[in-house]
């Protein structure tokens, strides 16, 4: 099986190359790694270039996470696409957990991330312990979105049957698990931590403002409705969409989750 690892990443030189570097240290190995540099105005493509040499480089300009990795996904050759967000990094085990779940039938599968909050302090997991889900997630994904694209891997032509990721640099994974949802079931690798990811000021899902919320809040209402979730889900999401736009700005993406929880919103 050929696996390809796609990077998307803007100004972060040695994050990336951290990234690339747990990719490489797995005990299976990725057929290639495509690091996709959305419009850096450092010295990000040289570093990585110069540390790494064996990388695929792409530049493109600006195009935002989501459509950086469908470029990336474009070049690819492997018959599996895994991704890594640039700021995070993948545990050992990563690839082989991701495989073997793969291996069980699915399309798509996915693990746990362990996070670092370098903001607010402390840790948490996404999926929270015993949340995990597995099999039809489109009921799961109407109310949360529980996975990370760091914490994925997806058969390439799954990917390209969905049509990939949205525009916008907030909720258009969201979006894009609940395109695959509605198609494929997906596979739970357990409730160890497959990959780490560090939330930092240049986080992108740092500064959850109203703006930037309410633009994926509208951007996963139509992800929804033309998945043709029930009335009952659809109605829920509305609540928790009506409560937030209610509601003032939160620091980050964490924040808004644990006050729609005390809402009891999700």
């Known amino acids: 099986m050929r696996i390809s690892c796609v990077i998307p990443t803007k100004n972060r030189p040695e994050m990336t190359c951290r990234a690339i570097a747990s990719v490489v240290a797995q005990d299976t190995l990725v057929s290639e790694i495509i690091v996709v540099d959305d419009g850096s105005t450092d010295h990000t493509a040289a570093f990585v270039t110069a540390r790494f040499p064996e990388v695929r480089l792409l530049q493109c300009s600006c195009l935002g996470p989501g459509l950086a990795r469908n470029a990336g996904v474009d070049a690819a050759c492997g018959e599996v696409v895994m991704f890594l967000d640039s700021d995070d990094v993948w545990l050992p085990g990563h690839v082989s957990d991701l495989v073997r779940t793969l291996a069980r039938g699915y399309s798509v599968a996915y693990g746990v991330t362990k996070n670092y909050d370098q903001l607010g302090g402390?840790?948490?997991?996404?999926?929270?312990?015993?949340?995990?889900?597995?099999?039809?997630?489109?009921?799961?994904?109407?109310?949360?979105?529980?996975?990370?694209?760091?914490?994925?891997?997806?058969?390439?032509?799954?990917?390209?049957?969905?049509?990939?990721?949205?525009?916008?640099?907030?909720?258009?994974?969201?979006?894009?698990?609940?395109?695959?949802?509605?198609?494929?079931?997906?596979?739970?690798?357990?409730?160890?931590?497959?990959?780490?990811?560090?939330?930092?000021?240049?986080?992108?899902?740092?500064?959850?403002?109203?703006?930037?919320?309410?633009?994926?809040?509208?951007?996963?209402?139509?992800?929804?409705?033309?998945?043709?979730?029930?009335?009952?889900?659809?109605?829920?999401?509305?609540?928790?969409?009506?409560?937030?736009?209610?509601?003032?700005?939160?620091q980050t993406i964490q924040q808004w989750y644990i006050s729609l929880k005390q809402e009891a919103l999700i």
Do not use: Y
């Open 122 to 250: 402390g840790e948490f997991f996404i999926p929270e312990p015993g949340m995990g889900r597995e099999g039809q997630c489109l009921t799961a994904l109407a109310r949360w979105c529980f996975l990370l694209p760091s914490a994925m891997a997806v058969k390439t032509e799954a990917f390209a049957g969905v049509g990939g990721f949205g525009a916008g640099e907030l909720g258009e994974d969201w979006s894009f698990f609940i395109r695959l949802a509605r198609r494929f079931p997906f596979g739970f690798c357990g409730d160890e931590p497959i990959t780490l990811r560090h939330l930092h000021h240049g986080s992108l899902c740092n500064c959850a403002n109203n703006d930037r919320l309410e633009t994926m809040l509208v951007s996963v209402g139509l992800a929804l409705a033309e998945a043709e979730v029930s009335s009952q889900d659809l109605s829920r999401f509305q609540a928790l969409a009506d409560w937030t736009r209610q509601q003032g700005d939160w």
